[in-house]
């Protein structure tokens, strides 16, 4: 039930590699122009200097202003940039069409609703997936790759402890703005929106569309111990989107589990929970068994409830 509707060259399946490379291009090329934008902001907007800015980016976190700049950076050029590469793709390059008309009109509080329980369970499961991966032990012969992917996992989580270290309540809501709104909407509309019904297409199945990108999706954040437990999610994404043809449900179920993230980390820091966001010692079975439960009923009643109407199949929508 996805919408992606072009007739253009470069969209037909035939051209699917060239395609493939184009999008290559101007995501990167989105990324990296909207990074620089917003790094050449930094000195003027949070008063950091030149080399406190660069001492920052190398890993140096002790510069003051240094997590709400490091939040403007990831917003504008990791969040927005997603966003701004899914606008141009779609408008200049496919010139295709969303029919947000039709998408908004799937969109109802019951399936809402059904759609936050199956993330919510997914959450409870995920932490399965996050354990199981977190016992990743490559061959001896590969002991230099194992290294190198520990050092860049350890480089990340320092950089992901830094960003959520939230230390006052606007540093909170412009943390889950940033990681929560604008990833979710910026990752969604790329990803989802994009990127999968083009995999649907050169593959000729939904479900082969669906797994490649949560694949790709989970690949760009160059997390290898948590590669498993975010190509689930990419999927899990991609199914609500599949089932009801409107990239809302994706994009909200994205920003409430980001944003619902950040908050328990954030209410951790403050001993209001037990949590431990370097923890992966340990796994709760009966939560995740329950979360399980929850994801696969949940997912019965929203493709239930979300058929597609007879006038959308006879205008095949």
Known sequence: MEIYETRT??????NWLLSLIVIVLVTFGVLILLQGFALALIPSLYNISIED???LMTGNYDVPNGRMAMLFVQGIGSGIGFWVAAWVITRFIDKAELHWDVQRSRFNPQSFGVALAITLGAMFFNGLLVYWNAQLDLPESMAGLESWMK??????MDLTKF???????????????VIGVFAGIGEEMFFRGVLQPKMKSYTNSAHWGIWLTAIIFSAIHVQFYGFVPRVFLGALFGYLYHYSGSLLYPIL????????TVLVIYMANQGMVDFDLESTDTVSYPAAITGLLVLMVGFFYFKKINQPKD???DQGI
């Open 9 to 14: 060259e470069i969209g037909s399946r035939k």
């Open 163 to 177: 960003l959520t270290d939230f230390q006052t309540i606007p540093e909170l809501l412009t943390g889950i703005l």
């Open 151 to 156: 050092e860049m996992e350890t480089q990340l």
């Open 311 to 313: 006038a959308e199949l």
């Open 253 to 260: 179920a994205h920003v409430f589990n980001n944003a619902l």
């Open 53 to 55: 800015l660069l001492s």
